[in-house]
């Protein structure tokens, strides 16, 4: 059936922030989507609060929203645009859930709208566990036994009919606290009354436990003729009780036969036939008893997954553009499979390599949550890896995930615990428990052991004995290895470190050797038929086979290395700087390359760049791409710190790297001869020094006096940063610090206290700069850039400072010879400017800054670094948009357990958002609503600010009271209140006993929480306070700054209308004021 | 130990054997299905090739009594890039290893597959030939070069069953006195079809899934004569699967040219070609075949598509067919080539792909079903 002509426009809803659970794979399929559905001449509009998204670029859609995700916002995008579809699976769970919200309202029905994709009974039936139940029932499968109970006397009842153990799950609880496995009745009695007790709503799950069945998934898609087919299937090696987002799995499945594999697919068919997804892809997954076979459904997602995104990467096939494609009403058979480019899309992708998929965590930043994974997700990224077995992809996805490990273990880095720590972690499962099953296999605990404890199958145990045999055999033999023995270390996936260490050389060493042997890994196809087909589109991964397939063209070539794995500080917004990148050089005419290792990203998506290579982002894996493409030059300025790190050594490999050179790099992060430019171009810093021990440290704080801000050099996002007021605290944190970053100086710099913190985008072609946008952050500095909220155009800096910035930013571009994007973080104290840091590549705000004015500054470096001039792509003069946009961070403190939720100048953000408005509180206002808060526009606020806050907190009060506000304070800043004539009620701190601020957040009676403080006095009675917060979800905010904007926030909402603008319309009006718009695109 | 895999086009791999010393030869060809490798070995199509898979790892899950397609292993040899030592399976029995070695049936691993499989793609399916014992690539490529081709062997005479035997409860029952399951009252349920099975190498899913559609089954050698089949009065006649050149079987095509219209008939596979030759079209060799779990079909008549299994070397001419009295049913949307065809006037159909999967998708079952309608009428 050809594509239908009964509609014409199409509303997709975008995801929204980067959160855990929910990150750029969603920009993926967005994108994709958008593509698809502009292509067959759909007018498509999009709302996503995310600007750093490829999706929400303007030339992606025809009406493109930055707005909130609100059922609310979309009801009033819906009732402007008139849609007459919305296709709501291809942006997560928040897409989905926004939809259906909409849909029960009653405003498609108003405006007519079709839902399309996947019906709203379809979406309850998948999503309702008590239909799913009965309908899974209707097409006899099983899902695990459950019950929900509010009481002991139930969840007694519901044991018994379950058997133990059971899994306990507290319902409405903040990741997944308070739940557990009960293996008998006594353990029940305890678990369920501390879920009850956890439960917002005091109600457990009672689930059969199926913990230690193996898990799989399978992708699946379905046209509107009921053809279904299956993408691919997934194999989780962490067993069932891990979440899958948490699990390193493997494409495909390895250990089923097809008997039993067959028995899962025809499940999933009929699963997706009851369920009535009518067309587009779903997510099923399975838990199989390794005992024998039996089988239960775990899950359906009835919208396009995370999963999708990998499995899309894992064979080449494009879920979420053919699921667009098919929610048009295209059938499978209609629809060409891009990489043959002749047969169809309604077949299923085989693959004749092995796919692995390991998340990357970051419990390092969040220390008072415990390192253990459950049902509950927690990982902020992934990475991929291919290969042609097994080990060769397991070591190449742990050296993609640049946590500083280079394989399979065998780098030096192994440590010996003790088999008692060893034990305990593999029976736990954690971030590393990995690397504590190659410290079991080391030394010599039997395999089935290793099983008991993890349940992880014995075919991936056996895979990682053979690789640890392997390391014991290099390591047998000292001197250079022959031919035959590397090749089979090679084969097996061992990097040039590991067999340096192993061998007791250097990589170099193993490297020249190696190549001196003719020792190279040939470079493979992803082409979704093993080889069956003739494959047009080049996406590669190396592997050491004999035969390559790389075509390499004599064209114009160029590089882009990507920022692999996301972590906190490293995220989409670098991947959407790369995109742009490649766009860029394929409108010069200049092939692109892309090389990264994340499987979320647009920018690993075949079409993005003129080729692929799906590698781990190491010197050694770069190097051989380098040596078979040999491309003009490198570009590292828009991965993130990630290409940065590898600038200095490719650059010295004789590489070219393209723009700002590497010497430039180091001026900027050498604090020495930092400061030295600084001082030639007069402009100043805050007092600091640097240190290479402890000793050195507390020397240099005393000079430059306390406070004082700790970091490493050469780590972004802030890791092991902070703000440091005493001698003793700098002791044990510089010694963290020392250890984050080794053979890297410790920087030591005045904090400057109560500043405002600025950040500069600028782009230089090496003669001249021009300012691509002026932030001005709500939080004051101190606050990693990161995490703060940010404000383009500034709303209170003068216009002298303003200038004064300007003319540093170019002065220090000038200096550092910056050819491409430069970002600066300054400090304004009492009218004077301090430079904080200069990163002489593409920032975080890169997105942002592009969004807000239109000039997509990615883009235009890329011209530049290819040697064009600022006059050349035209662009001569700084953009300041009339509007107001605010730039808000979206925090993760609700999957981390116990962990406080004050900001500081390490970053813990995930994600952003950005509110667009004619006026700053409208903008913040959208920013936050964005983010999740919701702001109210009456009841009280509690208010209780440290001493330092309390003369500026006056207005806050003042300010909330004339608005209508009840004032809560506590004792302190309840009397400084009354003594200023500002009204208020004081309750109990939660130390000084019941009822307390705590009774009153649970009880309703708080709508709105400013509560500044920092250090240790108030820690515990502030830390309660804000966890309350968050778990009764009442809007909060840790800095007086943030109070202070919130407050003009609401008191915008009160008195105008929240209007919706398409970015189209917000550039137009631009141009109408007689801008030069010839970018916005 | 070392190994030689030689093309007769003279392309060589070296590689190593996983199952001892040995030679072994036959024609090349890939299969890119991801599991059931127990299946492909055991397939009597499979005979007399040296089968590569495209999935790099292979052995995986061992190998069990269950999930066989015929008595023995059928392949010549088994290629595969990374042989699995450690199984992981509850149904699991035996290593792939060992099971191949019981039938001295060579494997051979550490061989980039897919520089095997794109070679066979672009220069087509051809002789090959496997030595541990000779390790020279020049006299192996001649030894490859001097072995028989496929093309005109009768392959259907080594692998059909020298005696009829009955197909019951999932599996072959033999009799004391097979040649009394030639005679009309040798069936014993009258509640079921009656249904003999020409087997020209059958796989026994084939058979279990006429059994569970209800019929009742009978296997005959594929030189059965056409009047001994009609005097034992079945109700359906179903042609196999079965391996090579579909050409030099004329006495089995014959034998099916006599029995056109006699009574309900299915094909599969060689089946289908077997029925193509019998009404007078031309069967031909694809260039590396069709071999694998995930080639898309088009049923004509409903629209569907089907992702079904399929191994042949050969195909029906589409247009050597009569359009006046065959219809075609279905097509492969990869490359267009015939599927399946029923006869416009006579109880006739078959399909060139394998709806009994085993191993492969299920999409395809009800063909079973439509049997069995078709012998209702």
């Avoid at chain 1, 399979?408 to 880095?413: E, I, N, S, V």
């Avoid at chain 1, 190097?623 to 040999?630: A, D, G, K, Q, Y």
């Avoid at chain 1, 550092?816 to 920032?843: F, H, I």
């Avoid at chain 1, 778990?1031 to 926030?1049: C, E, H, M, N, S």
Wanted: charged share 25%; glycine share 8%.
């Amino acid at each position: 059936m050809p594509k239908r002509t009964d509609i014409h426009s199409i509303l997709i809803i975008g995801a929204g922030p980067i959160i855990i659970s929910q990150a750029c794979e969603f920009d993926y399929s967005g994108t994709q989507a958008c593509k698809a559905l502009k292509e067959e001449g759909y007018r498509v509009i999009l709302i996503n609060s995310n600007p750093a998204t490829i999706m929400t670029d303007p030339k992606m859609a025809d009406r493109t929203y930055i707005e909130p995700i609100t059922p609310d916002i979309v009801a009033r995008i819906i009732e402007k645009e008139r849609p007459d579809a919305l296709l709501p699976t291809l942006g997560g769970q928040t897409g989905l859930n926004t939809a259906v919200a909409v849909a029960k309202a009653g405003v498609l029905d108003r405006y007519g709208v079709e839902l399309i994709g996947a019906s709203l009974p379809a979406i309850q039936k998948a999503e309702d566990r008590d239909l799913f139940r009965q309908a899974m029932q209707r097409i006899g499968l099983r899902i695990p036994k459950s019950g929900i109970a509010t009481d002991m006397e139930q969840s007694r009842a519901i044991a018994r009919e379950i058997g133990f153990p059971i899994i306990v799950r507290p319902s409405f609880t903040l990741g997944g606290t308070g739940g557990g496995v009960a293996y008998n009745p006594e353990d029940l009695e305890t678990i369920v009354r501390s879920g009850l007790d956890a439960s917002l709503i005091g109600q457990v799950m009672l689930e059969e436990s199926v913990l230690g069945w193996k898990e799989f998934e399978l992708e699946v898609m379905r046209d509107n003729k009921d053809n279904v087919v299956i993408i691919c299937s997934i194999e989780n090696i962490d067993p069932m009780g891990v979440h899958t987002g948490d699990s390193i799995t493997v494409a495909p499945i390895q250990t089923l036969s097809d008997k039993e594999y067959q028995r899962l697919r025809d499940g999933s068919i009929a699963i997706m036939r009851e369920i009535g997804v009518d067309t587009g892809g779903s997510n099923v997954q399975f838990a199989v008893n390794p005992e024998n076979g039996d089988i239960v459904v775990v899950e359906m997602n009835p919208r396009v997954s995370r999963s999708s995104a990998l499995a899309s990467k894992a064979t080449g096939y494009p879920i979420a553009k053919i699921a667009a494609k098919l929610a048009v009403g295209y059938t499978l058979d209609e629809i060409p499979n891009d990489i043959t480019g002749r047969t169809m899309a309604s077949f299923e992708p085989t693959i004749d390599y092995c796919v692995v998929k390991i998340p990357r965590f970051t419990f390092e930043k969040f220390p008072e949550t415990p390192d253990s994974l459950t049902t509950a997700m927690k990982s902020v990224g992934e990475t991929m890896s291919i290969g042609r077995t097994f080990k060769e992809a397991l070591q190449k996805g742990l050296r993609s995930l640049e946590i500083g490990r280079h394989g399979f273990g065998a780098d030096g880095k192994d440590g010996t615990p003790t088999p008692a720590e060893i034990r305990q972690k593999l029976a736990t499962p954690n971030s590393a428990r990995l690397f504590y099953v190659h410290h079991a296999l080391k030394q010599g605990m039997n395999l089935s052991e290793i099983y008991e404890l993890t349940k992880i199958d014995p075919w991936f145990l056996n895979q990682m004995r053979q690789i640890v045999e392997m390391e014991n055999e290099l390591a047998a033999q000292k001197r250079p290895l022959s031919e035959d023995r590397l090749w089979e270390a090679k084969r097996n996936g061992f990097s040039d470190i590991q067999i340096a260490h192993l061998t007791g050389t250097n990589a170099e060493d193993v490297r020249m050797h190696r190549k001196a042997l003719g020792i190279q890994p040939a470079y493979k196809l992803v082409d979704t038929c093993a080889a069956e087909f003739e494959a047009a589109t080049p996406y590669y991964y190396s592997t050491y086979e004999r035969e390559s397939e790389a075509r390499v063209s004599g064209r114009r070539k160029v590089m882009i290395l990507g920022g692999g794995p996301n972590r906190i500080g490293q995220g989409i917004e670098f991947d959407y700087c790369c995109v742009h990148s490649s766009m860029a050089l394929r409108e010069m005419g200049i092939e692109s390359i892309m090389v990264n290792s994340n499987p979320e990203t647009v920018s690993t998506d075949y079409d993005t760049s003129d080729k692929l290579y799906f590698e781990p982002l190491t010197f050694e894996d770069v190097m051989h791409i380098v040596e078979t493409e040999n491309p003009e030059g490198v570009i590292v300025q828009f991965g993130g710190q990630t290409p940065l790190n590898l600038s200095v050594a490719l650059h010295r490999a004789g590489v070219p790297i393209l723009g700002t050179q590497p010497e430039s790099i180091d001026m900027a992060e050498d604090r020495k001869l930092f400061q030295a430019m600084l001082k030639r171009l007069g402009l100043q810093q805050p007092a600091n020094g640097t240190a290479e021990s402890v000793e050195e440290a507390l020397a240099v704080a005393e000079v430059i006096g306390y406070p004082v801000v700790v970091r490493p050099s050469y780590v972004l996002g802030g890791r092991a940063m902070k703000i440091v007021y005493e001698r003793s605290e700098l002791e044990g944190f510089t010694r963290l610090a020392i250890a984050a970053s080794p053979g890297h100086p410790v920087l030591i710099d005045h904090f400057l206290e109560d500043a405002i913190e600025v950040d500069v985008d600028a782009i230089s072609d090496g003669s001249r700069t021009v300012i691509g946008g002026i932030m001005e952050h709500i939080e004051e500095a101190g606050i990693h850039s990161g995490d703060s909220a940010c404000v383009l155009p500034p709303f209170s800096l003068k216009p002298a400072m303003i200038e004064e910035i300007t003319r540093a930013t170019k002065a220090m571009a000038k200096e550092l010879r910056v050819v491409g994007l430069m970002n600066v973080q300054y400090a304004v104290k009492a009218d004077r400017l301090y430079v904080l840091e200069v990163n002489p590549r593409a920032s975080r705000t890169v997105p942002f800054v592009s969004k807000a004015t239109g000039v997509p500054l990615a883009k235009l470096a890329t011209r530049l670094m290819m040697g064009q001039s600022l006059d050349e792509v035209g662009l001569t003069t700084e953009m300041v948009p009339k509007h107001v946009s605010v730039k808000e961070a979206v925090l993760p403190f609700n999957r981390f357990p116990d962990v406080d939720t004050l900001l500081g100048p390490e970053m813990k953000s995930t994600g952003e958002v950005m509110g667009i408005s004619d006026e700053f509180g409208l903008a913040f206002a959208k920013a936050q609503l964005g983010s999740g808060q919701k702001l109210p526009l009456a009841g009280n606020v509690f208010i209780s600010v440290k001493d330092r806050d309390k003369q500026a907190a006056l207005d806050l009060g003042r300010h909330f009271e004339r608005m209508g506000f009840g004032i809560v304070t506590t004792h302190g800043t309840g009397e400084w209140f009354s003594r200023h004539g500002i009204p208020n009620r004081v309750v109990n701190k939660v130390s000084m006993g019941r009822p307390h601020v705590v009774d009153a957040i649970k009880n309703g009676e708080i709508h709105l929480i400013v509560n500044t403080g920092f250090g240790n006095q108030t820690k515990r009675d502030g830390y309660y306070l804000r966890r309350a917060a968050l778990k009764y979800a009442v809007p909060y905010t840790t800095t007086l700054a943030g109070a202070i904007a919130i407050a003009r926030g609401i008191e915008s909402l009160k008195t105008k209308t929240l209007e919706v603008t398409a970015l189209q319309d917000y550039y137009a009006q631009s141009t109408e004021s007689g801008k030069d718009r010839r970018f916005i695109e | 130990m070392k190994a030689i895999f030689a093309l007769e086009d003279g392309r060589t791999f070296s590689c190593k054997s996983f199952t001892g010393p040995g030679e072994a030869w036959g024609e090349a060809v890939f299969n890119t299905g991801m599991t059931g490798y127990q299946e492909v070995l055991t397939d009597p199509s499979y005979r007399g090739q040296v089968v590569t898979m495209t999935y790099p790892l292979i052995g995986n899950y061992g190998v069990n009594p269950e999930d066989i397609e015929s008595n023995r292993i059928q392949v010549a040899a088994f290629v595969i890039r990374e042989y699995q030592p450690c199984y992981s399976n509850w149904r699991a029995t035996q290593s792939l290893a060992d099971y191949l070695k019981s039938q001295q049936v060579m494997g051979i691993e550490d061989l980039d597959t897919r520089a095997l499989t794109l070679h066979l793609r672009q220069r087509g399916a051809m002789r090959a030939f496997i030595s541990t014992e000779d390790l020279d690539p020049e006299r192996c490529v001649e030894k490859a070069r001097s072995t028989p081709s496929m093309i005109g062997q009768n392959l259907v005479q080594v692998v059909t069953p020298e005696r009829p035997f009955r197909w019951e409860n999932g599996q072959p029952l033999f009799d004391d006195a097979p040649q009394s399951l030639l005679r009309p009252d040798a069936w014993r349920f009258p509640g079921k079809k009656a249904v003999i099975a020409m087997d020209c190498g059958a796989k026994y899913n084939i058979l279990r899934c006429l059994e569970e559609a209800g019929c009742e089954v009978i296997v005959v050698p594929s030189d059965t004569p056409a009047s001994v089949i009609r005097q034992m009065k079945p109700d359906g006649i179903f042609l196999s699967n079965g391996p090579g050149d579909p050409e030099p079987v004329h006495d089995t095509v014959q034998t099916v040219r006599e029995l056109l219209g006699f009574r309900p008939m299915f094909g599969i596979c060689l089946g289908i070609q077997m029925l193509g030759l019998a009404m007078g079209g031309r069967t031909s060799k694809l260039k590396f075949g069709h071999r694998g779990a995930n080639q898309p079909v088009k049923n004509l008549l409903t629209g569907r598509i089907e992702i079904t299994s399929q191994n042949h070397g050969f195909v029906v001419d589409i247009d050597s067919l009569d359009p006046t009295s065959v219809e075609i049913t279905h097509v492969n949307l990869n490359d267009g080539t015939l599927e399946g065809f029923r006869h416009r006037r006579l109880p006739i159909f078959a399909v060139q792909y394998h709806p009994e999967a085993s191993p492969g998708p299920h999409d395809a079952r009800y063909l079973f079903d439509d049997f069995v309608r078709l012998m209702d009428r």
